[in-house]
T-cell receptor, first 113, second 114 residues
């Protein structure tokens, strides 16, 4: 079962615009990660934010985490056609020596010229 | 540094058969996780191996099994294939596990069961 629900399911914007995707989850987490997947390929790690962090930046990416609301957002600024992909949030909950990564449903982003 | 490799990339099998998929992690990575991705269920965690031991397991039937070798390479096996097993199977490696480190994914094996 999926831990995270992402919103919107699909997003279409023009090049140069900003794209915001949201992720909500249900249980306590240790960290939250965002991944990108180009059509039918493997996932690429974008950013990891720990439960005690509120915001993190990496290039054109900005991630926020609100543990009280159990939600996170990914902002891509000045989007490019190459950003067209599906984006997934994944929550990590450590249970003893093991940890479990649970993915959200994903947001499909289309960036048009 | 070479990335995560998965073989084969594409596979077509018949119901009732069994299949073995292989994953070679990034050199130095000791944790390997497997995921199943389908349009209906999305990305679901299968299991994680670390130092040849299964450390975590998702909610999949016993037909799905795996193992890890001393060189960290991992295989997963699906026996008595069903149509619903058609999916993209992804493996991911990380230094010690997904809890603290990002995972690096392979390109996946696309399994079609007919």
């Amino acid at each position: 079962s999926q831990q995270g629900e992402e919103d919107p399911q699909a997003l279409s914007i023009q090049e140069g615009e900003n794209a915001t995707m949201n992720c909500s989850y249900k249980t306590s987490i240790n960290n939250l990660q965002w991944y990108r997947q180009n059509s039918g390929r493997g996932l690429v790690h974008l950013i990891l934010i720990r439960s005690n962090e509120r915001e993190k930046h990496s290039g054109r990416l900005r991630v926020t985490l609100d543990t009280s609301k159990k939600s996170s957002s990914l902002l891509i600024t000045a989007s490019r056609a190459a950003d067209t992909a599906s984006y997934f949030c994944a929550t990590v909950l450590n249970t003893g020596t093991a940890s479990k990564l649970t993915f959200g449903t994903g947001t499909r982003l289309q960036v048009t010229l | 540094k070479a990335g995560v490799t998965q073989t084969p990339r594409y596979l077509i099998k018949t119901r009732g058969q069994q299949v073995t998929l292989s994953c070679s992690p990034i050199s130095g990575h000791r944790s390997v996780s497997w995921y199943q991705q389908t349009p209906g269920q999305g990305l679901q965690f299968l299991f994680e191996y670390f130092s040849e031991t299964q450390r975590n397991k998702g909610n999949f039937p016993g037909r799905f099994s795996g193992r890890q070798f001393s060189n960290s390479r991992s295989e997963m096996n699906v026996s008595t294939l069903e149509l619903g097993d058609s999916a993209l199977y992804l493996c991911a490696s990380s230094l010690t596990g997904p809890s603290s480190y990002e995972q690096y994914f392979g390109p996946g094996t696309r399994l079609t069961v007919t």
